[in-house]
């Protein structure tokens, strides 16, 4: 008879006294067995923008700090002018693919008038 009541000495009561104690200290399900009010919270931040009663945009407050005045007037005038360059390029390079068998042409002209002049040279 004395031994179970040593035994229940040695082992505080718990429902989770099976498992070891390092398995529960990176478990947050056996922080809920310990605490019911803030279990619920472990994982959870404890950010007051959370639980403040008005609506708090982080993404609006970040844009104010960073805004200066006339800095969409000049990132507008900026991508137009790159844009425009680009646009001027494009139409460039279509202008040159164009005018690439004319040149060509020119070019077998010359060769051609070239060849034909050449014997008059030697005269």
Same mark, same amino acid.
């Given at each position: 008879?004395?031994?179970?009541?040593?035994?229940?000495?040695?082992? #505080?009561? *718990?429902? %989770?006294?099976?498992?070891?104690?390092?398995?529960?200290?990176?478990?947050? &399900?056996? +922080?809920?067995?310990?605490?019911?009010?803030?279990?619920?919270?472990?994982?959870?931040?404890?950010?007051?923008?959370?639980?403040?009663?008005?609506?708090?945009?982080?993404?609006?407050?970040?844009?104010?700090?960073?805004?200066? #005045?006339? *800095?969409? %007037?000049?990132?507008?005038?900026?991508?137009?002018?790159?844009?425009?360059? &680009?646009? +001027?390029?494009?139409?460039?390079?279509?202008?040159?693919?164009?005018?690439?068998?004319?040149?060509?042409?020119?070019?077998?002209?010359?060769?051609?008038?070239?060849?034909?002049?050449?014997?008059?040279?030697?005269?």
């Amino acid at each position: 008879m004395g031994e179970p009541t040593c035994l229940m000495q040695q082992q #505080p009561f *718990s429902y %989770a006294a099976g498992i070891p104690n390092e398995a529960n200290q990176g478990n947050p &399900l056996h +922080a809920l067995g310990q605490s019911i009010s803030f279990g619920r919270f472990m994982s959870e931040s404890l950010a007051w923008e959370k639980w403040s009663t008005f609506s708090h945009n982080r993404y609006v407050e970040e844009a104010e700090r960073f805004s200066r #005045p006339g *800095s969409v %007037a000049q990132k507008k005038a900026y991508f137009e002018a790159h844009y425009k360059n &680009l646009a +001027a390029r494009k139409a460039a390079a279509l202008l040159e693919q164009a005018m690439l068998p004319l040149t060509m042409c020119l070019k077998q002209q010359m060769k051609m008038n070239f060849k034909k002049m050449q014997p008059k040279i030697q005269e």
